[in-house]
């Protein structure tokens, strides 16, 4: 068992992304990472800290470690990723779970070698939380989740500062890696096997490495050879440009799909948010797109019962929803964070409000989805095979090019290939199909 590690990965793709990083530092190492926590000699926890349930579930599985660290003293656990970049989360962690041998943030993942080396020979807790990243780190081995797919990040951090998000203080200020690495990275994962790249931000639409647009960004990746799809998120609406919409009508490339986090339908609301767009713009945009690529498919995040959030609002937000018609939705209940200017606003809604909300909400997006996957019955889609299907491992599953799941009877050979698929039956979530040959 010794040099074995075991991940727990809470929250966005970014997060999973470090845990991909983390994983392939320690393996350069020697550590070999082990599917179940009770093998692994040293435990990682990576935290999220958008919501309060992740708050939760991650001092929930802390919890449960403490009888086994008790019992076996060379067991290492180790916490890092965003819950770590606020001081009264590392405050409470010093106060109420001394056992807990290394805490580190988001912005020093590369050390983690160095810290657990450290941590060994001094046999002593170490916390070492940067305020902010001081240079991007190049370089850095990734081991992946998926062979045919891989998740890259075009820039760091956020100055949006949205009164509801803890993101800016917890990834930073935006920084933006430099076009050639990028490119580096993603001609290296193309010749490793990689069909699908997966560009990573807060907001990609505000990246400018080495002085290029995003929209340029993509251009360039449309070039690189082996790559077969680029998708990015996430988008926000104030940076969305026309030479976006643009990319997608010239880089055969580009799946025919957008992330568009509109959070709330009310303009009144979007500007306590401070989300800098308003209602009528972003269904311009919706419109923009649409006009200029009708296949493509969108996907929202919205926000139920941000404070002062009237029974009026919420009902904008659903005519929004009705209105564009997303393919999906993440919908969220409004949590407060500590530390945000939101956490200070009057007029915060009572739980039971913003459930019903919520619930009116989830009723209407779920149909929305079904509806439009309904609409996909008897067509042929190109579906890039990801592995075997989640629910049946004797199936297969993979995704269109507009980001609907599909799944499949194939045999696993077929694994990271683009295939035909018919779609014979379609739910709220994802659809069935039968390869053509
Ligand atoms: N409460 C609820 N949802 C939130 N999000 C971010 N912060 C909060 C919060 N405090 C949601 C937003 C964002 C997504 C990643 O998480 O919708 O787009
Ligand atoms: Fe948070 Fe807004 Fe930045 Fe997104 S754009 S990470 S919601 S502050």
Not at 34 to 51: D, F, H, P, Q, Y
Not at 68 to 76: L, P, S
Not at 236 to 260: A, G, R, Y
Not at 342 to 371: G, T, W, Y
Request: aromatic fraction near 8%; glycine fraction near 6%; charged fraction near 30%.
């Amino acid at each position: 068992m010794t040099n074995t590690f075991h991940i727990t990965t809470f929250g966005c793709q970014m997060n999973e992304h470090d845990s991909e990083i983390i994983a392939g530092l320690l393996e350069e190492r020697g550590f070999s990472q082990v599917g179940e926590r009770k093998n692994a000699s040293v435990e990682i926890i990576n935290t999220c800290s958008v919501r309060d349930n992740a708050d939760k579930r991650f001092f929930g599985t802390l919890g449960q470690l403490k009888k086994r660290k008790e019992q076996e003293d060379d067991f290492i656990v180790c916490v890092c990723g965003c819950m770590m970049q606020q001081q009264h989360v590392v405050d409470t962690i010093k106060a109420k779970y001394p056992w807990v041998d290394i805490v580190f943030g988001t912005h020093n993942i590369k050390d983690i070698p160095a810290l657990l080396e450290k941590a060994a020979a001094e046999k002593r807790k170490i916390v070492d939380v940067l305020p902010d990243m001081e240079e991007i780190a190049e370089d850095l081995p990734a081991k992946r989740l998926y062979k045919h797919k891989a998740l890259v990040n075009i820039m760091y951090g956020c100055n949006n500062f949205c009164t509801y998000c803890i993101v800016p203080y917890t990834r930073g200020r935006e920084k933006s890696r430099d076009p050639e690495h990028v490119l580096e990275e993603i001609r290296f994962l193309a010749e490793d096997g990689v069909k699908e790249v997966m560009l990573l931000g807060q907001n990609v639409n505000s990246y400018k490495g080495g002085g290029i647009t995003f929209a340029d960004l993509l251009r360039r990746v449309n070039e690189v050879p082996g790559i077969e799809r680029i998708r990015f998120m996430t988008s926000h609406p104030k940076d969305l440009s026309d030479d976006l919409i643009k990319v997608f009508t010239e880089c055969e490339k580009v799946c025919k799909n957008i992330h568009l986090p509109v959070q709330a339908g009310s303009n009144a609301v979007l500007k306590r948010m401070n989300r800098v767009y308003n209602r009528e713009r972003y269904l311009e945009l919706v419109r923009k797109l649409r006009d200029a690529v009708p296949e493509i498919t969108m996907s929202t995040d919205i926000i139920v019962g941000f404070p002062g959030e009237t029974e009026e609002d919420f009902q904008q937000t659903l005519d929004l929803v009705e209105e564009v018609r997303y393919d999906s939705a993440f919908t969220f209940l409004y949590s407060i964070r500590k530390g945000t200017p939101a956490e200070k606003f009057a007029d915060q809604i009572p739980e039971p409000v913003k459930h019903e909300r919520f619930d009116r909400l989830v009723e209407a997006v779920n149909r929305i989805s079904e509806e439009k996957n309904a609409l996909y019955l008897g067509r042929v889609e190109p579906v890039l095979v990801e592995g075997p299907s989640k629910n049946d491992r004797h199936m297969l599953a993979g995704r269109t090019d507009g980001f609907k799941l599909v799944n499949f009877a194939g045999d696993p050979s077929l694994i990271g290939q683009t295939v035909p698929v018919r779609i014979t039956e379609t739910k709220t979530f994802s659809l069935l199909g039968e390869i053509i040959r």
